[in-house]
């Protein structure tokens, strides 16, 4: 067994190593008789080994249907609601007190488990203000900025702890100008409005949240050259539509974002600690390199310029007191909105923001179960815990399935099994700022994981609501998702399975693309296999990033019964077992060959003119997709062999005689 190396920062100083192992004992036995009773014993070895692997997928496979039946509604509901009590941003004492109840959780169940603290920048409000003045010199109207409770809210009083609606390491600055409306904020969008002849340059740009993230809304804006960008949440996108002769109703009467709903989020363009880009953070009273507070200002990582997220109600107010040319038709809102307008003026904002970007300490969870054959290969099972808000759905939903999942494995144990790899599963700290946890563990110990990690699962959200299994993924892990999918039962369908509903979908499968959660260091940094997995449709969770992302909303619309939940720890541990378990590691690298294929295709297409010759790389596709075929079929041969514990325990008699 390998030794795990201490990991060491940039300072030389040595911090704890990611996992503890065996040194390996020396060899015993002297001389010929010595190395004879070695030998022997290394075949006899050799052959109860063989044995034991072409028996043991029928002993794993036992494990792993038992798994499949010890899910537990109860269960997932108790962690999400105990999880959701309060608000917990990173970096506060509420999320540190998820961290430790996430901690407690894995040691109860006899898992070692730890956490590992970083020092960190993130990013809070200090002030924020926005009025409007329907032409210059007009008395000015103060918006509130605020979400509202209401009549009967439980976490009512949970609210006042919620974080004032911003955008995480936005510039501060105050700017008084009119406005532009950009529609969705893509850059064909200031390209039309350059069209037609609407200036954006120190101008306010407003924005509605839907095809893109906000990082990328406001760095067009800064592009186009507005000097302060507002998005805010439309009605049409996230308001739901009324009913026929009836008035639209939203949470908690419906799962619609209520017109006061606000969407924060981040506007940093990276992944990690933004003062230690590509090399890991220390723990806070450690020094470490750090890029300085002026270097960071002026990185285009920042977006330079100030914003703030607002509701439907707000934006459509300034809407209203706008002028110009009337936007097109497919930038206006939906039913009962006001007509929209390109601008710039008369409307005038003055938006005012200060930030406090400040170094605070962020936790890692961790809980380990070590293999009993090859320790030194991991699969890891990931899900944040930090949340804007409450974050019932975004992230606990998955925070939930997971623990549910450590519990299933604890009863495992308990009837005597132990994985083959030793599986770890993470409870991340700040992805919601730039997946800060996770991009952090993979930079201190890229080497380790590089070498050793068998995969990396991530569950961010685990429900959006109803619309069957929703699996990206790298294209080794395919055959693997819907195998192990072919064995749990659609909650909401459960005559079919979610291999069933799954493949109602084209493509079935997506890929694991940008960088939107955890998987994104693994994949990216390191290229380790990944996936992410979630059950419903996004549109279905229009309460996304604000106050109302609390446990009722998911008892209510998200996941009633808890059974979707339930349905993803099912496959989703499944998918860690087999690869935990199977003696040969259940990838399938031809579905990777055609995905390579379609991708020279696009190369072919985008080189048309150019002297380039793809015959090479056409070339090395069909030798990957060949070997890659060879090596399936030789997998079936083997594991569909037959091998005896009476014919092992023969060979050990006949190796005994001969030696």
Sequence with gaps: MATAAMATSLDGKQREPLLHFPTPAAANGAGAAGRRRFLAFLAVMAALIASYHLLEPANSSRYHALFLTLGSNATAAAHLRALTLRPHVAGTEANAAAARYVLHAFSSLSFPAHITPYSVLLSYPVHRSLTLAAARGLAAMPFSLVQETYKGDPYAE??????????????????????????????EDYAYLASRGVDVAGKVALVRYGDIHCEDMVRNARAAGAAAAIVYTDAKDFGGSAPKGGKRKWFPEARWLPPTGVQVGTLYYGNGDPTTPLWPSCAAGDDCERLSAEDLSASEAMPGIPALPVSARDGETILKAMGGDVAPPKWQGGEGAPLYR????????????????????????????????????????????????????????????????????????????????????????????????????????????????????????????????????????????????????????????????????????????????????FLQHIGVPSLDMSYGLFNEYPVYHSLYDDYVWVERFGDPLFQRHVAVASVWGLIALKLADDEIIPFNYISYASELEECTKDIADKCKGFPVSLSPLQKSIKQLESAATKIHEEKKCRTGGVYTMSAAWGLREYVQKFC
Excluded at 162 to 184: D, K, L
Excluded at 489 to 497: A, F, G, L, Y
């Design 342 to 521: 390109l601008g710039p003026g008369p409307a005038v904002l003055n938006l005012t923001y200060i930030g406090n970007d400040t170094l605070a300490t962020i936790e890692n969870v961790y809980a380990v179960i070590q293999g009993k054959e090859e320790p030194d290969r991991y699969v890891i099972i990931g899900n944040h815990r930090d949340a804007w808000t409450f974050g019932a759905i975004d992230p606990n939903s998955g925070t939930a399935a997971m623990l549910e999942i450590a519990e299933r494995l604890s009863k495992l144990q308990a009837k005597g099994w132990r994985p083959r790899r030793t599986i770890i599963l993470c409870s991340w700290d700040a992805e919601e700022f730039a997946l800060i946890g996770s991009t952090e563990w993979v930079e201190e110990n890229m080497d380790t994981l590089a070498s050793r990690a068998i995969a990396y699962l991530n569950v961010d959200i685990s429900v959006f609501g109803p619309g069957g299994l929703r699996p990206r993924a790298t294209p080794q892990l395919d055959e693997l998702i819907k195998e192990a999918s072919k064995m749990v039962p659609d909650p909401d369908e459960p005559s079919q399975t979610l291999y069933d509903t799954m493949m109602r979908y084209h493509p079935p499968i997506t890929r694991v693309a940008g960088a939107g959660t955890d998987f994104a260091a």
């Design 158 to 187: 949970a609210a006042a702890e919620v974080i004032p609606t911003y955008f995480a390491y936005s510039a501060s600055g105050s700017v008084v100008a009119e406005v532009v409306y950009a529609n969705y904020g893509h850059s």
